[in-house]
């Protein structure tokens, strides 16, 4: 165990927060509930936001950007929405403060009260929706396939860092389509686009399916969902796209004009991820000792430590690696410090997740040798000098899968079916669970009061099979996954 | 004059809002102030965001990200800050909504009101700061070099698209240093790195130098700025970049203990850019057609127009060139469009300011051509197939050389010296002005009062020579640029 880590078995929750904060992740701010992403935590997200960013330009998605207020009536159009959301939201109520007249600071200027309240985005369905009224005139203008990198706020008693914060950074795709077809294609693409993210990049297998009706976002039809199972084997919601119906645009009155000149209402999309997948992201791969991460997502995928410290043949051999590595697109950096001894280094950089260290010592540089070390696995190598590239590129990839295959193998160890209510309830204790639902609002809910678990999805591949509620007993022609969720 | 647009010389505020909104760049929202940013807007914002990101990179910098709230009290904490920041601010008070009871909609739950109202950062001085006091301990921790990109809100009586609106886009650079000439050194280069993007990327030629005591950042010691000329001959501040002393560091009590083990304050430094970049883009290039965009800022660089209408032989030479020129690092696409005839499609991407058209005719490739045609000067050149590569480098390389010469001289002839009250306020209307100032706020004041001209710097390559004030006709050492400003 690391020093000032928790570990898993001890304490999970708290091994999760120890990570978080002495990997350098994130902290808490002055400000309740909102979190300051620091520079390590930034830049993994930066990666995030990078390769997802090319993923939705790719599927011919365009940025723009909106704002970041909300006038109050705005939330009321979608009578779902507003329900879901006009709940816990920041409100801004004034446009200026004044000095207090006693001297004692400033104060709320009451003369500068805002004729209509201004909520600060919790997601921006309905703002983008009534500017999209004047985007969209015909079949031409569509479909309008946007995306937007934004703040978001929505004002939440228990925050976690990353998990579940009041501010939480995200994207959010809107999109506008002529045909309904079209619009659950849009939606279904994204879910893929996610999926295929958060596997081959975060190398953290995802259950794909729909949501319940009780589950659904506010305002959609129909809610796409990718689950994850963390260590502790609780599940994490990790992106949603959702097919919203033609509920927006009639919302906002937003109509097109067909190839046969008739007007008709637009069909919707959107789908979002936040810096909720960086919490998902730690939680799959790392140890007691810090932070593990795949390759794809390392700011700093090797990190080159000279032994017992730096000297001129050392780091002439350091620097030469490191512009081969470069040239092979690896993030590699030197450690120069002579300040600090190499067993403090080591256990710096295995706490901060960097995938691949590389020692290199006097005694091994004589047999011209240097030593490598992945981070997830602790095995050490020792490499022969003019291999280290090829080796290092090989061992990267290797990683990367078997990152994937055990968190793999992981999910699907402790993903169990259950057909009667007491192996239901004792196998939600040690995981995901495949069971029975007769599909009512009612069962789902006494199922949640009972046992703190949810219908995470109803899988894509869900197989046709009958069978009776694990609950009610009533007739069911297909399992659905619970869990216990963040 | 482009279907739409103003000219120049009829209304130039008009012209740069046509501009603005007939080349999709952005447009005014529901929400007084705010701005949408639209796809083609957002691309540039993005281009301007990815070169400077990387400098910042280049230049020791991390990225991180701060709440979007501040608390209230924090703004007072220090006193020049105060004055300067806590007036038009959006202020949040409640944080919950609730069903109003007449159905009529939501309201604002008045059980859910913050004990300590929070502000929308209109800058992030004060909460970065109370958060560095935990991450800087000893000259360790030390330097600390560290932006965000974030949005921030001022509360704008007057907005224009870009150039003032109540919430924009911008990066702000906060960073710690363990001595006084560490952080002017560090402000210094910010400019530096701030004026070499304006004028190597923007083509934008800017004028480095610090702004008098009255026009500071409110906080800071010392303002650096640069400052461009628009095409209206007034001044743009196009980003500042402060040394703000020990100010912070002691408004919030950061200090650090030295080598020799002493505790110190420390020395400070902030530099931001925002979308009025964005502005000064536009109103530097652009003429009566549209939009003018410097090659390297331009999210295409050339776009390939079948003439009259796609044919398979015309498509195959496009799709031929247009791989080559990607081959080459340039952004190209291909209008497939057959519904929009070429005279149509050729003044969109005129108004879109995408440098380089390419034209391929039925006629003109019997003859092995292709026309291709220079968005600044509208000059069209036939250029033989297989030489279009390297005349489109050439020709890229050269526009954006003659698009940075061509804003020079016009700054250059439009700025000129004035010795007396009357050539002061005559030259004033045609641009800017370089005058002898005795260097007191009144003075600067009155100016200001009766031309409505301020000090827009006193440059950093000021020659001494002995003067007297066109105002007060005291003693001056030295010559500052006066303009009206945006």
Redesign the interface.
């Known amino acids: 165990m690391a020093k000032g880590i928790s570990s898993r078995a001890d304490n999970y929750a708290q091994w999760y927060v120890d990570i978080v904060k002495r990997a350098g992740l994130a ?1 808490h ?3 309740r509930g ?6 390590h ?3 993994i ?2 990666k995030i936001q990078g390769q997802l960013d090319h993923m939705f330009k790719e599927t011919g998605h ?15 159009k979608e009578a779902a929405h ?1 329900e879901g959301f ?13 000095n207090a007249e006693d001297g004692s ?2 104060i ?1 200027d009451p003369d500068a009260k805002l004729e209509e ?4 985005r919790p997601t921006s369905e309905t ?1 983008i929706w ?2 999209y009224k ?1 985007w969209i005139k015909s079949y031409r203008d569509l479909p309008l396939l ?1 995306n937007q990198w ?2 978001v ?1 929505r ?1 939440e008693m228990r925050t976690r860092l990353f998990l579940r914060t009041s ?1 939480f ?1 995200w994207q959010e795709g809107h999109t506008a389509h002529a045909t309904e077809q079209e619009a659950i294609e849009e939606a279904l693409r994204m879910q893929d686009v996610y999926a295929t993210f958060a596997e081959e990049y975060m190398a953290m297998p995802v259950i794909r399916g729909r949501k319940t009706a009780s589950e659904r976002f506010a305002g959609a039809v129909e809610t796409y969902t990718i689950e994850a199972m963390m260590q502790d084997r609780r599940a994490l919601q990790a992106g949603t796209s959702h097919f919203l119906g033609q509920n927006f645009a009639k919302a906002f009155d937003v109509k097109y004009l067909n190839e046969e000149n008739r007007e008709e209402y637009v069909w919707a999309t959107s789908w979002g991820v936040s810096t909720r997948l960086v919490g998902g992201l730690i939680m799959t791969h790392s140890d007691d000792d810090g932070l593990v991460l795949p390759p794809k997502l390392a700011p700093t995928q090797v990190v080159i430590v000279p032994i017992p410290k730096p000297d001129p043949e050392i780091m002439e051999v350091a620097e030469r690696i490191a512009v081969e590595l470069k040239g092979n697109g690896i993030k590699v950096k030197i450690d120069h410090d002579p300040k600090k001894r190499p067993g403090f280094k080591f256990a710096e950089y295995e706490l901060q997740g960097i995938p691949v260290r590389i020692g290199i010592g006097k005694r091994d540089l004589e047999k011209g040798q240097i030593e490598v070390a992945r981070r997830d696995t602790k095995e050490k190598t020792m490499v022969d000098i003019g291999q280290e590239t090829n080796f290092i590129k090989d061992l990267l990839e290797n990683m990367q899968k078997d990152l994937f295959a055990k968190a793999l193998a992981f999910q699907k160890e402790n993903t169990r079916p259950a057909d009667n209510w007491e192996d239901f309830t004792q196998l939600l204790d040690e995981g995901f669970v495949s069971a029975h639902w007769d599909g009512t609002a009612e069962s789902e809910q006494k199922i949640k009061e009972k046992t703190k678990a949810t219908v995470r999805c109803i899988p894509n591949d869900q197989q046709a099979e009958n069978g009776v509620c694990v609950f009610s007993g009533k007739p069911s022609t297909g399992r659905v996954v619970f869990a216990r969720a963040y």
Chains 1, 2 share one sequence.
Do not use: Q
Not at 117 to 120: A, G, K, P, Y
């Open positions: 902290d701010s002055a400000v909102c979190m300051v992403i620091k520079p935590g930034f830049a997200w930066e365009v940025n723009a950007y909106f704002p970041l207020f909300i006038p109050k009536s705005f939330l009321s507003v006009a709940k816990e939201c920041a409100v801004v109520t004034h446009y200026r403060l004044k600071g400033v709320v309240e201004l909520i600060v703002i009534n500017t004047d946007v934004a703040n706020v004002w501010e950074l």
